[in-house]
T-cell receptor, first 114, second 111 residues
Framework: AQSVTQLGSHVSVSEGALVLLRCNYS??????LFWYVQYPNQGLQLLLK??????LVKGINGFEAEFKKSETSFHLTKPSAHMSDAAEYFC???FGHGNTPLVFGKGTRLSVIA | NAGVMQNPRHLVRRRGQEARLRCSPM?????VYWYRQLPEEGLKFMVY????????ESGMPKERFSAEFPKEGPSILRIQQVVRGDSAAYFC?????????FGPGTRLTVL
């Protein structure tokens, strides 16, 4: 079965520290991978995506993620956390060809401590 | 280019009433997806539509829920005879290809 797992429902980091949010997936077909951010009572904003090509992708707000096929992972990182990064982060995967629904992880809430 | 629009943003219904949620996709997008987000959970796929066609409704409950995307006008997610368990945030996304753009959501509260 195709699934997405985000390790850690809540991650807390100090301002200026490294942010690492983990995402693993299981799939029998090449996936398209996405990270979304959700601020309280708002919709989802796309941070970055992997479709094909370079496995290290850069997104908005200084975030980046690396697709590792051998590890079936797509972890999200940011070198230095900012207070404004506090939000809910969702990893999502599109399986199969063409337009397909996204399968979401359960989300990771990031807290940034001053 | 305006983003995906959803209305109403907040909807309160009593048990047994009907809820109608509207989604206007981005200009030029012909694919619409509906997702539901329960508290403390990720988004769950409900239904995927193209103009006048339901492509995939595998995530939608068989009873009380229906969706449409007419030739003209917004996509509608309709929930009949709402129950407290229907309380959730409902998000619509539109897409030209693989990437999906999300609306701000409709937060449904069933009293």
């Amino acid at each position: 079965a195709q699934s997405v797992t985000q390790l850690g429902s809540h991650v807390s980091v100090s301002e200026g520290a490294l942010v690492l949010l983990r995402c693993n997936y299981s799939s029998s077909v090449p996936p398209y991978l996405f990270w979304y951010v959700q601020y309280p009572n708002q919709g989802l904003q796309l941070l970055l995506k992997y479709t094909t090509g370079a496995t290290l992708v850069k997104g908005i707000n200084g975030f980046e993620a690396e697709f590792k096929k051998s590890e079936t992972s797509f972890h999200l990182t940011k070198p230095s956390a900012h207070m404004s990064d506090a939000a809910e982060y969702f990893c999502a995967v599109s399986f199969g060809h063409g337009n397909t629904p996204l399968v979401f992880g359960k989300g990771t809430r990031l807290s940034v401590i001053a | 280019n305006a983003g995906v629009m959803q209305n109403p943003r907040h909807l309160v219904r009593r048990r047994g009433q009907e809820a109608r949620l509207r989604c206007s996709p981005m200009k030029g997008h012909s694919h619409v997806y509906w997702y539901r987000q329960l508290p403390e959970e990720g988004l769950k796929f409900m239904v995927y539509l193209q103009k006048e066609n339901i492509i995939d409704e595998s995530g939608m409950p068989k009873e009380r829920f229906s969706a449409e995307f007419p030739k003209e006008g917004p996509s509608i997610l309709r929930i009949q005879q709402v129950v407290r368990g229907d309380s959730a945030a409902y998000f619509c996304a539109s897409s030209p290809e693989r990437e999906q753009f999300f609306g701000p959501g409709t937060r449904l509260t069933v009293l």
